[in-house]
């Protein structure tokens, strides 16, 4: 099972993943949580390139091919030998990320994004998605007392960020896997809402 977790930077994705994934294993499921970019020794270098403030020179095209060069790495090397083995396999950020900033967000057209997608994961689409939806005000508030220094993809405009929003509320309109959650509400309460969501999709998967 591909389990995969969207939402804007500071969105709290991180956090619901591991406790996911903590509950999870502590019902004998093997559980394999990874993170995009990266999960590979190639796709680590390639994440550094693509967050390193110093390539503010990087072209839409090739942030749209590191990305997905990343993931196409993760993909053969990691997650398709994983579910094979009947893991569960949990990743912070997919395709639909690609979609979301470089499509929506960029402004590169979708069925050029749609293609490179499905080129880079061999057609893998998700058992279930998780959208941690957070108004931009709040992605504000938390970027400031996060107070480390921005990366190159949180130096983004305030405009890109509701674009990005709007990208993923859109493809979650489309899409069935798709479960979209306030992101507001208490760490606990969400995670009560997506492990509910998730038992119910293994029992319909039995
Ligand atoms: P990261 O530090 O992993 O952020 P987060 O914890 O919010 O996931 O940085 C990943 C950044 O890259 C984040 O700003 C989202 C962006 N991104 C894209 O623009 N396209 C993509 O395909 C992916 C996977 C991430």
């Known amino acids: 099972m591909l389990i995969t977790f969207e ?10 993943v591991q406790l996911l ?22 796709g680590e270098k390639i994440r550094k390139m693509l967050l390193d403030k110093n390539n503010d020179g990087m072209t839409e095209a090739s942030e749209l091919f590191l990305f997905s060069a990343s993931r196409s790495q993760l993909i053969q090397e990691v997650v398709r030998p994983a579910l094979d083995g009947g893991m569960v396999v949990i990743c912070d950020r997919y395709y639909d990320s690609t979609t979301a900033y470089q499509g929506f967000g960029r402004g590169i057209p979708l069925e050029v994004i749609n293609a490179i997608n499905k080129y ?9 998605t998780f959208f941690l939806d ?9 970027m400031h007392s996060a107070k480390k220094n921005k990366d190159r993809m949180e130096s983004n405009s305030i405009e890109f960020y509701e674009r990005v929003r709007n ?15 306030d992101g507001l509400q208490p760490i606990d309460d969400l995670h009560e809402l997506i492990w509910q969501h998730i038992t119910d999709t293994l029992m319909t998967q039995k």
Do not use: M, N, W
């Open 7 to 16: 939402g804007l930077d500071y969105s709290g994705k991180s956090t619901q």
């Open 21 to 42: 994934a903590d509950r999870l294993t502590l019902q004998d499921h093997h559980v394999l949580v990874l993170r995009e970019p990266g999960g590979t020794d190639i």
């Open 120 to 128: 880079a994961t061999g057609g893998l689409v998700p058992d279930v």
């Open 134 to 142: 957070i108004p931009i005000r709040e992605i504000e508030k938390r």
């Open 167 to 181: 990208g993923f509320l859109q493809i979650a309109k489309t899409e069935s896997r798709y479960c979209v959650i």
